[in-house]
C-alpha cells in the first residue's frame, strides 16, 4: 500500500509525475498547504514543516522529494529507472537528487528573495555557480545521470522546467531548453501536468492566481 500526500502546484508534483512514470498504484490525499495556518496540525505526524510531497509504503514514511525518489527506485528496481548499486551511473543519479534539494532549491529561493551574501555565508552557494554547473552538466550528458533518462530527470527537469518558464528565475539557455524538451516530452508528465491543473483549479487560493492572469 503506497500513500502519496500532494498539493497540486507545488513541489509535490514532480512525485506525482515520478510515481506515474514508475507505473505504480497509489492512493493520493491532498494537503491543504495554501489555506490559513498551513496544512492541518495532525499532518505533521506525516511531515514536521508540514510540506508536501511525503508517501507511506507499507506503514514507513518517507518525505523529502530527493529521499522519495532514492526509495522508490530502489523498492521498484524491476522499473528500470534507478541505477543499482555497483552501476557507474549511481554516483550521478544520487549527487543530482540531492543537489537539486539542497543546492537548486535554496540558491533560487534566495535570488528570487533578493537575499545578497557571499558563498560561505550559508552552504548551498551561489546562484552563479549553480548555474554554471548545471550547464556543464547537461552540456557533457543528454540525462541527469548519464546516457539514459532515469528518476533523476524528473525531479532536476521538472525544477528546472519550472524555474525558467514559470518563475523566470533560470536563464533560457539552449541546453536547459533542450535539457526541459527532453524530459517533458514524456507521456507521464503530460498526464499529471494536466490533471494536476485540473485539481489547481478547485483551489480558492489558486483560482485567485489563476484569475489574475487571465
Not at 508517501?55 to 522519495?68: L, N, S
Not at 541505477?83 to 533560487?108: E, K, M, N, Q
Request: glycine share 8%; aromatic share 10%; charged share 25%.
Amino acid at each position: 500500500m503506497l500513500k502519496f500526500y500532494h498539493a497540486p502546484w507545488s513541489r509535490s508534483s514532480t512525485i506525482f509525475w515520478l510515481l506515474e512514470e514508475l507505473g505504480l498504484e497509489y492512493e493520493m490525499e491532498l494537503v491543504d498547504i495554501r489555506g490559513e495556518g498551513g496544512a492541518p496540525e495532525e499532518y505533521r505526524k506525516i511531515q514536521p514543516n508540514k510540506k508536501v510531497p511525503a508517501i507511506v509504503h507499507d506503514g514507513k514514511v518517507v518525505t523529502e522529494r530527493a529521499a522519495i525518489t532514492i526509495y522508490l527506485g530502489d523498492v521498484f528496481p524491476e522499473k528500470g529507472l534507478a541505477p543499482a548499486i555497483g552501476d557507474p551511473d549511481r554516483a550521478a543519479y544520487i549527487s543530482t537528487l540531492v543537489y537539486h534539494d539542497a543546492v537548486f532549491d535554496p540558491v533560487v529561493c534566495a535570488k528570487v528573495k533578493g537575499l545578497s551574501y557571499v558563498s560561505n555565508d550559508y552552504p548551498f552557494g551561489l546562484y552563479e555557480d549553480m548555474v554554471a554547473y548545471l550547464e556543464r552538466k547537461l552540456s557533457e550528458n543528454p540525462w541527469a545521470a548519464g546516457e539514459r533518462f532515469t528518476l533523476a530527470d524528473v525531479i532536476l527537469g521538472g525544477g528546472i522546467n519550472y524555474v525558467m518558464n514559470v518563475l523566470k528565475a533560470l536563464p533560457e539557455r539552449p541546453v536547459f531548453r533542450d535539457y526541459v524538451a527532453r524530459t517533458t516530452d514524456r507521456p507521464a508528465f503530460r498526464l499529471t501536468a494536466e490533471r494536476d491543473a485540473a485539481m489547481a483549479a478547485e483551489i480558492p487560493t489558486l483560482q485567485k492566481i489563476m484569475a489574475g492572469r487571465a
